[in-house]
């Protein structure tokens, strides 16, 4: 009996241990290793090793907005061992952005989006700002500080006078 809760603990450890997690924001290690492979947009083989790229969805395999918005902002922070994978995996990821941002676009803005609280799904529905600028801005407030102005935002890299002058009117930092 002993043996087989071993073998089994075994079996798990090989299971976490012989896979790699893909890039994600908020989901444990744990929590990436057990989704099911339909969770990423690519999974690649190495040598007796599974090389998953950019967890979705989660384990019920409900599309997470935030998470597929985050994949897609680091998407080239990637590393792939078939370009092929990567091109299908890009493909696989923007149809899903489309869908999303077409819901977002529909209920359109309403109030200011507060830029040191939003959600990357509230950061893209702002004129001028993708994934990759998304991304960068809540790394930014978590990293190095929060805003005190919107104009604090052009520290951004990649924000610069031009996006500046198109989100100005929609942005606040309280």
Known sequence: MRRNYLFLF??????????????????????????????????EAETGKKIRHCPHHDMNGRLDEEQLIYVLGKFDDEKWLHSDNEQIARKHLESHYDKVMA?????????????????LAELVALPHIGPVLAVKIVEYRTSISMFETIEQIKKVEGIGL?????????ISVN
Not at 15 to 32: A, D, R, V, Y
Not at 162 to 170: P, Q, S, W
């Open 162 to 170: 031009g996006t500046f002058n198109a989100i100005k009117y929609y």
């Open 10 to 43: 075994s079996v798990f450890v090989l299971f976490i241990l012989g896979q790699s997690p893909g890039i994600c924001k908020e989901w444990s290690n744990i929590t990436i290793r057990l989704l099911p492979d339909s969770s990423f947009a690519s999974v």
């Open 103 to 119: 819901g977002i676009m529909k209920k359109g803005l309403h109030n200011p989006v507060n830029i040191n609280k939003a959600k």
